[in-house]
T-cell receptor, first 116, second 115 residues
């Protein structure tokens, strides 16, 4: 049971390049999330998904796209990277909402992205 | 909109002592839940403790406990018998009972533990 995994762990891009971050979870969770973490700003939600084939915008969605073609995977894409997207990106997943501790979010190890 | 405020960017504690990290939040909801997450230098986000607003009893997990004051919208984390491994960034987070399980995070408190 690997939990939530993220690929890659580190990446350096040049301005204007594109890339895709992959998040995978093996806990059969319905919900998945992408966050970015910047110094002094905590974690901010980029996009999220409440089920296979569904996605929705979070707090800071501009410049990013996502897809959830399979329940276990959630992809985050940068079509034209900008230096402002230099950040640490976290994926998380959680079970469907309920009045138990099963609505806790479980996080991947993060991806450090630098855009030059 | 809900907000979460952690007013202490950095804190320091001596090994074996007790430290309290502060968190306040703003919401008009009556039913919600709150978390403390720990982020050590490894960067991994680790759940420390969880509190549901409808429960009056404060949550505890071994050396970690919370002081949940619903009327004051305050959710502080107390770490007893601090250990070197407790050194980390600590994030407070707020979640609504809705169909998304989205969380709103504070900006974090960096805790140093002095030997």
């Amino acid at each position: 049971n690997a939990g939530v995994t993220q690929t890659p762990k580190f990446r350096v891009l040049k301005t204007g390049q594109s890339m895709t971050l992959l998040c995978a979870q093996d806990m059969n969770h319905e919900y998945m999330y992408w966050y970015r973490q910047d110094p002094g700003m905590g974690l901010r939600l980029i996009h999220y998904s409440v089920g296979e084939g569904t996605t929705a915008k979070g707090e800071v969605p501009d410049g990013y796209n996502v897809s959830r073609l399979k329940k276990q995977n959630f992809l985050l894409g940068l079509e034209s990277a900008a230096p402002s997207q230099t950040s640490v990106y976290f994926c998380a997943s959680s079970p469907q909402r309920g009045r138990t501790d099963t609505d806790t979010q479980y996080f991947g190890p993060g991806t450090r992205l630098t855009v030059l | 909109a809900q907000t979460v405020t952690q007013s202490q960017p950095e804190m320091s504690v001596q090994e074996a002592e007790t430290v309290t990290l502060s968190c306040t939040y703003d919401t008009s909801e009556s039913d919600y839940y709150l978390f403390w997450y720990k982020q050590p230098p490894s960067r991994q986000m680790i759940l420390v403790i969880r509190q549901e607003a409808y429960k009056q009893q404060n949550a505890t997990e071994n050396r970690f406990s919370v002081n949940f004051q619903k009327a004051a919208k305050s959710f502080s984390l107390k770490i007893s018998d601090s250990q070197l491994g407790d050194a980390a960034m600590y994030f407070c987070a707020y979640g609504r009972y809705d169909a998304t399980n989205k969380l709103i995070f504070g900006t974090g408190t960096l805790l140093a533990v002095q030997p």
